[in-house]
């Protein structure tokens, strides 16, 4: 992986046999300057997730108590002590989140670096691509290795950003995938996925199958930078 060309030429190559996992020719997608964030108040029948107030939805990877901290109403990633999940599964649902990355990126290379990951395995980026520019399946909002965003959509380092998702669960019969997972998904208001479906969990230069599972935790990443979280909250879909 080189600077001028971020990526990689021996890595797998995605289900659809066009591009390898973070391909350096894969085209970038093209930045859209949003208005700002999407900030909405949790509807009556929502579960609030995070509201400023307390982690008590939350745990630590290991299911103790969750390592990160609330700064003046926002929740904050401890960096190095590892992921924070919910302490429920989520399955199906319409989520809502709101993060920012450090005002201050310094010389980081990738910075502001975090995730969203929908039933533990399937990861939303999140990382500082206001001036930053790495590989395709990289972006902010791209699922992570295998979707870039339709569009670029950062806000600058430290702005409030949004993304409001709609997921869907894979479903199994038994060890047998029926249906992958789906979702459809919004960076400050902008639609830059719409009913993608995820090749398998999300990682770095790999590709994965399936394997079954049912509703699993939201889980947020601790990528070793203090990224902010607020207004948390999901709707369970029927």
């Given at each position: 992986?080189?600077?001028?060309r971020?990526?990689?030429?021996?890595?797998?190559w995605?289900?659809t046999?066009?591009?390898?996992?973070?391909?350096?020719?894969?085209?970038?997608?093209?930045?859209?300057d949003?208005?700002?964030?999407v900030t909405?108040?949790?509807?009556?029948?929502?579960?609030?997730?995070?509201?400023g107030?307390?982690?008590?939805?939350?745990?630590?990877?290991?299911?103790g108590?969750?390592?990160?901290?609330i700064?003046?109403g926002?929740?904050?990633?401890?960096?190095?002590?590892?992921?924070i999940?919910?302490?429920?599964p989520?399955?199906?649902?319409?989520?809502?989140l709101e993060w920012?990355?450090?005002?201050?990126?310094?010389?980081a290379?990738?910075p502001?670096?975090s995730?969203?990951f929908m039933?533990?395995?399937?990861?939303?980026?999140i990382?500082?691509?206001?001036?930053?520019t790495?590989?395709?399946d990289?972006y902010?909002?791209a699922v992570?290795?295998?979707?870039?965003?339709?569009?670029?959509?950062c806000?600058?380092?430290?702005?409030?950003?949004?993304f409001d998702?709609?997921?869907h669960?894979?479903?199994?019969?038994?060890e047998?995938?029926v249906?992958?997972?789906?979702?459809?998904?919004?960076?400050?208001?902008?639609?830059i996925?719409?009913?993608?479906?995820?090749?398998?969990?999300?990682?770095?230069?790999?590709?994965q199958?399936?394997e079954p599972?049912g509703?699993?935790?939201?889980?947020l990443?601790?990528?070793?930078?203090?990224v902010?979280?607020r207004?948390?909250?999901?709707?369970p879909?029927?």
């Amino acid at each position: 992986m080189s600077e001028e060309r971020p990526g990689f030429d021996d890595t797998p190559w995605l289900p659809t046999g066009e591009y390898r996992v973070h391909d350096p020719d894969r085209p970038h997608p093209t930045k859209v300057d949003p208005a700002g964030p999407v900030t909405i108040e949790p509807p009556a029948d929502a579960t609030v997730l995070f509201d400023g107030s307390d982690l008590d939805s939350w745990e630590s990877e290991d299911g103790g108590e969750p390592t990160w901290t609330i700064e003046d109403g926002d929740l904050v990633v401890e960096p190095k002590t590892g992921d924070i999940r919910t302490t429920e599964p989520l399955g199906d649902c319409q989520l809502h989140l709101e993060w920012a990355t450090p005002a201050d990126p310094g010389d980081a290379r990738y910075p502001g670096n975090s995730g969203v990951f929908m039933s533990d395995r399937y990861e939303l980026q999140i990382l500082d691509c206001w001036e930053k520019t790495i590989y395709a399946d990289g972006y902010t909002g791209a699922v992570y290795g295998q979707h870039p965003p339709g569009v670029n959509a950062c806000l600058p380092p430290g702005a409030w950003e949004s993304f409001d998702i709609v997921w869907h669960d894979p479903v199994f019969d038994g060890e047998e995938l029926v249906s992958p997972a789906a979702l459809t998904a919004f960076h400050n208001g902008l639609l830059i996925h719409e009913n993608v479906e995820p090749f398998g969990p999300t990682h770095y230069q790999t590709q994965q199958d399936y394997e079954p599972h049912g509703p699993a935790p939201l889980r947020l990443q601790d990528h070793s930078d203090p990224v902010r979280f607020r207004n948390i909250w999901y709707r369970p879909l029927e």
